[in-house]
């Protein structure tokens, strides 16, 4: 996916301070809406980053999508400096990328692309072959990992795991899409310390943590209490650090993303589809990106982002690109987080 937002802030996300993810906490941060831009009707709404909390670990964007029976279609648009973690809930997504990728994502499979110094890919939705059925249902959540310093240049890349492991333990099962829990570890590469898992729970829970980790949790369906709190399905709530252990209480048939991750010490400069670390970066990025369009396809897949085939101008309604939209004219000032 890309960040759908017609007119893009620039977000200065500011290091985590020991003080502010220092100990547990129940935080609930509510979700909003995304104001849409090229494709209309998807229901998008965002949890992170939030004003007040940035990143939950190296997490610093999470979007759900749907669930809506709107065929995706995202044409080519580029990323830096982060990794996409695509976890699809219903409905399959064609995924093709400038690395040379063209795979179907479908729920339970995890694609995790790494931007490094500049990838571009597209995403669309695979409907129904005879085309005359109602579109079918698509839902899916959409995270973006930022890379540390020192891989946020690497060559671009991209990974499918079809099968990922499941962990279980009193109350809970969990498929791992990223890093380690209860001691099961996902096969898929990130460069910093950090977890995802879909869980799945029922009564009195007890899930091992990281406790050096911040945790964050986006309850799905159903609802648990942490803490002798409630945590409903939509806002993220934020769990603070040094858990070793989360107690809950969840309603029948309950599911929720866990994310965390060591509380990530670098600052951040998002804007658009981009993770860096200054203003200047950030617009050298979109100035690539603009360079690109109407270049022979030859010097495009030789250019920063590459080439994603198959949108070229006989492609019907999969021709094009998405240009990138005007960069502020303001530059934000650093956020800090809020205390607990
Ligand atoms: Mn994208």
């Known amino acids: 996916m890309t960040n759908l937002e017609v007119s893009p802030q620039e977000e200065l996300c500011p290091p985590a301070t020991a003080e502010e993810t220092s100990g547990p906490c129940l935080q609930l941060w509510p979700e909003r809406e995304v104001p849409l831009g090229g494709v209309r009707a998807m229901n998008v709404k965002r949890t992170l980053p939030q004003r007040g909390l940035p990143t939950i670990g190296a997490w610093c964007f999470l979007d759900s999508f749907g669930p809506d029976r709107t065929a995706m279609s995202v044409l080519p648009h580029p990323h830096i400096g982060l990794q ?20 179907v994502v479908r729920p339970g499979e995890l694609n995790i692309m790494t931007a490094g110094q500049g990838v571009s890919h597209s995403e669309f ?3 129904p072959s005879d085309g005359g059925q109602e579109l079918p ?3 899916g959540l959409q995270l973006w990992v930022a890379l540390p310093d020192g891989d946020r240049h690497r060559e671009p890349a991209f990974e499918q795991h079809r099968e990922l492991p499941r962990a279980a333990g009193q109350g809970y099962t969990a498929t791992v899409m990223v890093g380690s829990l209860a001691g099961v570890t996902s096969p ?16 009195d829970a007890v899930l ?10 986006l309850v799905l369906d159903g609802g648990l209490a942490v803490d ?25 048939g309950t599911r929720f993303l866990l994310i965390g991750g060591e509380p990530f010490g670098e600052e951040l400069l998002m804007w658009w589809n ?18 690109q369009a109407g270049l022979p396809d030859t010097e495009t897949a030789a250019a920063r982002y590459g080439l994603v085939p198959g949108h070229g101008p006989d492609a019907g309604a999969e021709a094009g690109r998405i240009p990138a939209p005007p960069l502020p004219g303001v530059r934000l000032t650093p956020r800090k987080r809020s205390v607990s």
């Not at 002798?228 to 029948?252: C, F, H, I, K, V």
């Not at 981009?274 to 360079?291: I, P, S």
């Open 274 to 291: 981009f993770v860096g670390r200054t203003h200047d970066e950030v617009e050298q990025a979109r100035d690539d990106w603009e360079a």
């Open 208 to 217: 091992p943590l990281d406790p050096t980790f911040e945790h964050g949790i």
């Open 84 to 103: 996409t973690v695509t976890w699809p809930l219903a409905g399959h997504i064609r995924h093709r990328d400038s690395v040379g990728s063209d795979v």
């Open 137 to 139: 249902l698509q839902q």
């Open 188 to 203: 898929a590469t990130v460069y910093s310390p950090i977890v995802g898992a879909d869980v799945s729970c029922e009564g």
């Open 125 to 127: 939705a695979v409907l």
């Open 228 to 252: 002798g709190e409630d945590l409903p399905a939509g806002p993220l709530g934020y769990l603070g650090t040094g858990r070793s252990e989360l107690r809950m209480q969840a309603r029948p």
